[in-house]
């Protein structure tokens, strides 16, 4: 059911590979509930991914860029303000990668070049994007910027690796530019911890069925899907969350919270039981 929460707005979407990602999602959902916005991703996702079919189901324009070049991202802005017809409303960041993670480097053995390139790739871009948006003026007052974090920026989850550090750093971009494009032009700036979700990415990390089964045990409510955190994302690019700025927001069924639930104890026992068992 759509309530036109983004009628009239225009934005900018980063990241949507294909029907999994949550980007896409986004897409989908801010589409309709009457936004208009750009895609974009870099050259070589858009040739393998499948971004032009979302373009024509959504009415939207593609517009290539690295988002850790500063000249693909003025580009960005400039060529999006102009198919749009004015200033953006909303922008959500939809991007991470770890080379270090893909080829299953501990983090005690990080490669240091791809460790640069993580958070370069996962974390300074947010800047860059902002620090552009800013210079140009970009952002209309009460505008809402989203990007997709994760729980391992606070905790130390096995096999993240340098990833996690992308995202502390993710959020922390978003608190310190949050206060000064808040205070300077009403806009506002937050950070989704997402549910662990079983995107392209998502599915490449080694032992991603056990986290997921893992945290859907341990959640209250369960996981979020991508679909539920489009809907999310829509909420705070609307005007219902106008003064909700400079936060981490968990949307995790509850996991963050959590210490120890049932299902995740009693399989546990069972395991050990198991075990036990095993040495008798």
């Known amino acids: 059911m759509a309530y036109n929460l983004l009628k ?10 294909n029907d999994k990602s949550i980007a896409w999602k986004v897409a989908e959902q801010a589409h309709e509930e009457g936004a208009i916005f750009t895609l ?3 050259p070589i996702a858009i040739r393998y991914g499948e971004t032009d079919e979302l373009a024509k189901k959504t009415g939207s324009i593609v517009i290539p860029a690295d988002a850790t070049s500063i000249a693909d991202l003025e580009n960005l802005i400039d060529e999006t303000q102009k198919i749009l017809g004015g200033k953006i409303d909303f922008i ?11 080829k299953g480097l501990p983090y005690d053995k990080v ?5 640069q390139k993580t958070l370069d790739i996962s974390a300074l871009s947010f800047h860059k994007l902002l620090q552009v948006c800013r210079t140009k003026d970009a952002i209309n007052e009460w505008g809402s910027v989203v990007a997709l974090s994760y729980v391992a920026a606070q905790r130390s989850l096995y096999r993240y690796n340098d990833m996690a550090d992308a995202k502390a750093m993710l959020e922390s971009i978003a608190r310190s530019f949050g206060y000064i494009y808040g205070r ?9 911890s997402q549910s662990p979700t079983m995107t392209t990415a998502g599915s490449g990390v080694k032992g991603i069925d056990g986290l997921m089964d893992f945290t859907e ?11 539920e955190c489009a809907d999310y994302c829509v909420t705070l690019f609307s005007d219902l969350t106008k003064k909700v700025t400079m936060q981490n927001l968990f949307h995790d069924g509850g996991f963050s919270s959590m210490g120890m639930s049932y299902k995740a104890m009693d399989q546990y026992n069972k395991g050990l039981d198991a075990e036990l068992g095993d040495d008798e």
Do not use: E, Q
């Open 92 to 102: 959500l960041h939809s991007i991470g990668m770890s080379l270090n993670v893909r």
């Open 184 to 192: 300077d032009k009403k806009v506002r700036i937050n950070t989704i």
């Open 111 to 115: 490669n240091y070049d791809y460790f």
């Open 40 to 42: 974009t991703n870099t």
């Open 217 to 227: 045990r341990m959640s209250p409510l369960g996981n979020a899907t991508a679909l």
């Open 8 to 17: 009239g707005k225009r934005g900018i979407i980063f990241g949507a590979l």
